[in-house]
């Protein structure tokens, strides 16, 4: 028989499997339930105060806005440096869903090269999507009456009104105050990022970059509301920038402007000083250039032509060029000499235009192979001996030559208030063996006894030197920067003149140095023709700095030799004697016009009042194509277009110096 086997259902065993199985559940569901509220309970109550801030952030924005750059002024009030409005073409990429295709189409309308372009996308990468970033500066009428009339076509494109600095003076004052360009990567890691987020311009020499800080001011906001493709709704709150402070400095720009146009088309450098305070009257760089060509970012093309210009115009020759000085070295060592015991005013030298250091030696000469006879000090200093110096050097040595050089500012920076100024060189043996691998020889110090050889000056060191002479021996620290004017509430610092260590010279040898200078322009010295009948008095010295070396047989003459062998003449002055207000140094590279009289411009100028125009009653008829004598006399003083010097072929030939004209 058959047995059937039957399964049997059991339910008790079944409702465990389920009981089990829905505790499990309950407890995952439970424990997501407690996850959930947590991370809700953290959002919402812990972190309320940090999630709304976001929320409120990603609706509302803060536009930078630019402050006023603060303007520069002359001494006399005369502008230098303002702030002029342009219109420029803005574009605010996240309003524009097709920006390149819109580019395209704007510029059928407006000019737009690679260059601005690639400003473009340089401006792109550092702003935020929803600020306004230029895409072209500077539009004219014309452009901006073009982009009007289409404006409807371009959804996120503007004209801005935008202030850009400009220099109304030009070429003659780009030396001294600089100019602005576009900010580049290096000085964008050097810069406050935040106060500068709404700028794109910074200054880049002169004032404009030594006074950046105070020039710049600080930066305002907007703070917009926005909606989530970025677009502004509404301003909520402005925050007003604070403009830079406006600078005066202490140039004098009818004087700067003179020595500008007296150096016309020659190379050279111009600085005078105020010998009282230590004031910058002047301070000028030949050949110059227009610095309003920086202003909106040079092109390429333009800067290459300027920088391969003849003469170098982006040079500043006033603050970095080295010059041998020449015979204007000659009253410095001579002070040295007579500190150290090494002579007296007294001690004379049978000039025989002829000097060796022995007689299997090397012949030295004077300046033009003059001979002299016996001269003391005050006679070398007055006709400019070289061989009473070349005995004088040789008697001191090279190390007391660079000692005394060294305590009137020669070798070392000056500190003026300008940035990259240049240093010269102030030789010893250890700078020769350091820089040359060489041992020094004594021709070695007989060159730089009369400023030639490895010695290099700037004019800046120069003007300092001879500052120091006019004070007996008072120093103060050269500066431009005269007074500053607060945007905030008007107030005016005036800058207190910094004085310096005096050098250790006896009155009684700065007091002859001081009339051997005098000798120099008016008792048969090497200046005397550049000032008969000048009415104030003056103590100065002439130096003549050699671009290459003679042979034994040839001759100097100006008006055969080639322009770049031409010598450089050189010339340092302080008037009035009594009681200095002005020291003038003048480097003048391959001369044409004789530096000596460059100066007498400048002093005139500075120096001598201008002749009152007499009064005229209603009854005397003037007629107006005349002049009074008065008038006349007026007329012979320089005026801001005139050009002073003669810049033609037609020269005369000067022995205006005697420095040796056959130095290696």
């Known amino acids: 028989m058959r047995k059937l086997v039957r399964s049997i259902k059991d339910t008790r065993q079944e409702y ?245 146009r007296s150096l016309g088309r020659q190379q050279g450098a111009i600085v005078a000083l105020d010998p009282r305070n230590g004031e910058v009257l002047a301070f000028v760089s030949s050949p110059s250039f227009d610095p309003n060509l920086f202003v909106n970012g040079i092109k390429q093309t333009d800067y290459d032509l300027l920088k391969n210009a003849p003469g170098n115009p982006l040079y500043n020759r006033a603050l970095r060029g080295a010059y041998h000085p020449g015979s204007t070295i000659k009253p410095f060592i001579s002070m040295g000499a007579l500190m150290d015991g090494i002579i007296t005013p007294s001690f004379t030298v049978h000039d025989t235009g002829e000097f060796q250091i022995n007689d299997q030696g090397r012949v030295y000469h004077n300046f033009r192979r003059h001979a002299y006879g016996d001269v003391n000090l005050l006679q070398a200093l007055t006709v400019s001996s ?60 007989l060159n730089c006894g009369i400023g030639q050889g490895f010695l290099l000056v700037t004019p800046l060191q120069l003007a300092f030197a001879v500052s120091t002479i006019a004070g007996h021996g008072d120093r103060w620290q050269p500066h431009v920067l005269l007074r500053w004017h607060s945007s905030t509430d008007g107030t005016v610092t005036a800058i207190e003149p910094k004085p310096l260590i005096p050098v250790d010279v006896p009155q009684d040898i700065l007091s002859f140095i001081r009339t051997a200078m005098q000798h120099v322009v008016n008792a048969g010295g090497t200046a005397e023709r550049f000032f008969p009948g000048a009415p104030y008095t003056l103590a100065g010295k002439t130096g003549t700095a050699q671009v290459f070396s003679l042979k034994d047989n040839e001759r100097y003459n100006i008006k055969t030799i080639a322009n770049k062998l031409r010598d450089d003449s050189l010339f340092i002055a302080f008037a009035p004697v009594e009681k200095p207000t002005i020291a003038v140094a003048i480097v003048v590279q391959n001369s044409v016009t004789p530096s000596a009289r460059i100066a007498r411009a400048l002093l005139d100028y500075y120096l001598v009042p201008p002749s009152p125009i007499p009064t005229i009653t209603s009854q005397e008829a003037i007629p107006t194509v005349m002049k009074t004598p008065s008038e006349e006399q007026a007329n012979n003083q320089p005026s801001e277009d005139e050009d002073v010097t003669p810049q033609t072929a037609e020269v005369e030939d000067v022995e205006e110096d005697s420095d040796d004209d056959d130095l290696e």
Request: net charge positive.
């Open 16 to 260: 465990r499997l389920y009981k089990r199985r829905s505790f499990v559940i309950l407890m995952g569901v439970t424990l997501l339930t407690i996850i959930l509220l947590s991370r809700l309970i953290y959002l919402q109550i812990i972190q309320h105060k940090f999630y709304t801030t976001l929320a409120r952030q990603n609706q509302l924005g803060l536009v930078p806005i630019e402050p006023n750059r603060g303007l520069i002024y002359d001494r006399n009030g005369v502008l230098l440096a303002e702030n002029k409005p342009i219109f420029n073409l803005m574009v605010t990429p996240t309003l524009i869903p097709h920006l390149h295709e819109t580019i395209v189409e704007l510029a059928k309308l407006i000019k737009i090269d690679a260059e601005d372009l690639k400003q473009f996308e340089r401006q792109r990468r550092s702003h935020h999507h929803f600020e306004l970033i230029p895409l072209r500066l500077k539009l004219t009428e014309e452009e901006v009456a073009k982009f009007s009339i289409n404006r409807h076509r371009f959804l996120g494109v503007s004209v801005q009104t935008q202030l850009v600095r400009y220099y109304p003076q030009g070429a003659a004052f780009a030396s001294i105050v600089g100019y602005m360009g576009r900010i580049n990567a290096k000085e964008l890691r050097t810069v406050d990022p935040v106060n500068y987020s709404a700028s794109n311009f910074i200054g880049k020499t002169g004032i404009e970059k030594y006074y950046e800080a105070q020039l710049h001011g600080s930066i305002g906001y907007q703070q917009v509301e926005m909606n989530v493709r970025g677009q502004i709704l509404r301003i909520l709150k402005r925050i007003q920038p604070i403009s830079g402070r406006s600078l005066t400095l202490t140039i004098d720009g009818g004087l700067q402007k003179l020595a500008q």
């Open 386 to 445: 070289d061989i009473y110096f070349y005995n004088i050097s040789m008697r001191m040595g090279i190390n007391r030559i660079y000692e005394n050089l060294k305590q009137f500012g020669f070798g070392a920076l000056v500190g003026i208030d300008l940035p990259d100024e240049g240093s010269g060189v102030l030789p010893n043996p250890q700078w020769k063996k350091r820089f040359y691998g060489q041992a020094w020889y004594p021709g070695d110090t």
